[in-house]
């Protein structure tokens, strides 16, 4: 079972969503802005093993259609973490954000 091979945090298992077990809830824990006026958003698991980058215009980002807290996405979408810095920071931060902000809030 995928819940199985996740790493909960705070002692929880991974929210699964009713409609799909092979979807996971996701924090996030990076937003950057270019000279493009694009927004990459990076939202990891729990563990910080693995992330999903979205890139949007920061235009798309205003007002119903700002960045949420968490987002589920499906196993099948998610890339591995490759360095163990970059997995620690995420860890870190998607713990931070889970702990300060509902999943659906506006960050």
């Given at each position: 079972?995928l819940a199985d091979?996740?790493t909960t945090m ?21 937003r950057t802005f ?74």
């Open positions: 079972m091979r996740l705070a002692g929880q298992p991974p929210v699964m969503t009713e409609a799909d077990d092979e979807t996971v809830r996701c924090w996030l824990v990076e270019d000279d493009r006026n694009l927004v990459t958003l990076v939202y990891a698991t729990p563990d910080g093993e693995r992330y999903q980058r979205k890139e949007r215009s920061a235009t798309s980002l205003q007002g119903d259609n700002a960045a949420t807290a968490a987002v589920d996405i499906e196993v099948a979408d998610l890339e591995p973490v490759p360095d163990p810095e970059t997995r620690e920071r995420y860890a870190t931060e998607a713990s931070r954000v889970a702990e300060s902000t509902d999943p659906d809030e506006l960050i």
